[in-house]
């Protein structure tokens, strides 16, 4: 089994749209979380960090289920500018360590 | 502003050659990275280092070398490149010491043909 696990999509939803992405990890000593975004041709940036309580940022929501060992990004009202592909990043507590999903790739049509 | 440079953004090599791939940062971080990232596998650490001079192994070092001279320099090494390593190369750096991960910052990548 994959250290961390995402759907690769593409996800093409309609501008407006909710849509949510989930990540599943297997370490269960995971301790941090994170979501990256990469845009086509670009080099991967820190979208959010994923807490126990879960946050939000405007129209984005992360959350982290550590019983079922998943990690959610849930955008609300999507924009065309919300196109891009977006990685999962988990730190098992190795230094400074961080493993990356392959990235789910979402198209925001209009 | 937060900036790491890679030294091309293209490169075409030869089987056997050695290639030399370069990266810096002006953020003053103590922790540098090299990933590949490959369709359907994302992105794999390669080496990494937490401080000047020292190195550790990723997930994927096999084929590949690094040196850190200075802490603003990571270097990315292919001793004789093959075409397998044919990729987009990514640098990345963070700040801090210790466990606690703190946001990596990547360069533009590089992308290494092998023919």
């Known amino acids: 089994r994959k250290e961390v696990e995402q759907d690769p999509g593409p996800f093409n939803v309609p501008e407006g749209a909710t849509v949510a992405f989930n990540c599943t990890y297997s370490?269960?000593?995971?301790?941090?979380f994170f979501w990256y975004r990469q845009d086509c041709r670009k080099e991967p940036k820190l979208l959010m960090s994923?807490?126990?309580s879960g946050n939000e940022d405007g129209r984005f929501t992360a959350q982290l289920n550590r019983a079922s060992q998943y990690i959610s990004l849930l955008i609300r009202d999507s924009k065309l500018s919300d196109s891009a592909t977006y990685l999962c990043v988990v730190n098992s507590g190795g230094y400074q360590k961080v493993t990356f999903g392959i990235g789910t790739k979402l198209q925001v049509i209009p | 502003d937060v900036k790491v440079t890679q030294s091309s953004r293209y490169l075409v090599k030869r089987t056997g050659e050695k290639v030399f791939l370069e990266c810096v940062q002006d953020?003053?971080?103590?922790?540098m990275f090299w990933y590949r990232q490959d369709p359907g596998l994302g992105l794999r650490l390669i080496y990494f280092s937490y401080d000047v001079k020292m190195k550790e192994k990723g997930d994927i070092p096999e084929g590949y070398s690094v040196s850190r001279e200075k802490k603003e320099r990571f270097s990315l090494i292919l001793e004789s490149a093959s075409t397998n390593q044919t990729s987009m190369y990514l640098c990345?750096?963070?700040?801090?010491?210790?466990?606690?991960?703190?946001?990596?910052?990547f360069g533009p990548g590089t992308r290494l043909t092998v023919l």
């Open positions: 370490n269960s000593a995971s301790q941090s």
């Open positions: 990345a750096s963070s700040a801090g010491t210790g466990f606690s991960y703190n946001e990596q910052f």
């Open positions: 994923v807490y126990s």
């Open positions: 953020m003053d971080h103590e922790n």
